[in-house]
């Protein structure tokens, strides 16, 4: 009996780094995502960045409006397109750039209503019409 009580003590002390070495890795990743999720964009250090989404759509005039892709794949590429602000076109674009690392888009033209749009601003918001 004591033989067994001795094994079951020299497993137990080799489990107790590893569920430490676990332990640090979750309050790392959990740590790395709280500072990701938390963190705002700085418009004094990038002033073409918007606070929200929202900020990316509003707009005075219709001069102000851009269509730009909707997603990974434009108009070019079986996608459709949507209206931004001008001053956001270098921020949508490389919001997408990550996301659409590995897409492959169909080669053909698509026939969406949006690709053939004109950007206004309407309502304080550009959209195609």
């Known amino acids: 009996m004591p033989k067994t009580a001795a094994k079951k003590s020299a497993s137990e002390k080799n489990r107790n780094p590893l569920v430490i070495v676990l332990f640090i890795l979750f309050a790392v990743g959990l740590g790395l ?6 963190s705002k964009p700085n418009p004094e250090t990038n ?6 989404l929202d900020e990316v759509f509003q707009c005075q005039t219709d001069s102000e409006c851009v269509a730009v892709s909707a997603g990974c794949c434009g108009c070019n590429a079986g996608g459709r397109s949507v209206a931004i602000n001008s001053k956001y076109q270098d ?3 490389s919001r997408w750039t990550d996301k659409c690392a590995d897409t492959m888009c169909p080669a053909v033209i698509s026939k969406d209503p949006s690709c053939t749009a004109e950007p206004k601003c309407v309502d304080g918001m550009c959209q195609l019409n």
């Open 91 to 93: 921020y949508w674009q």
């Open 47 to 52: 002033p073409n960045e918007p606070l929200t």
């Open 33 to 38: 995502l709280v500072i990701h999720w938390g």
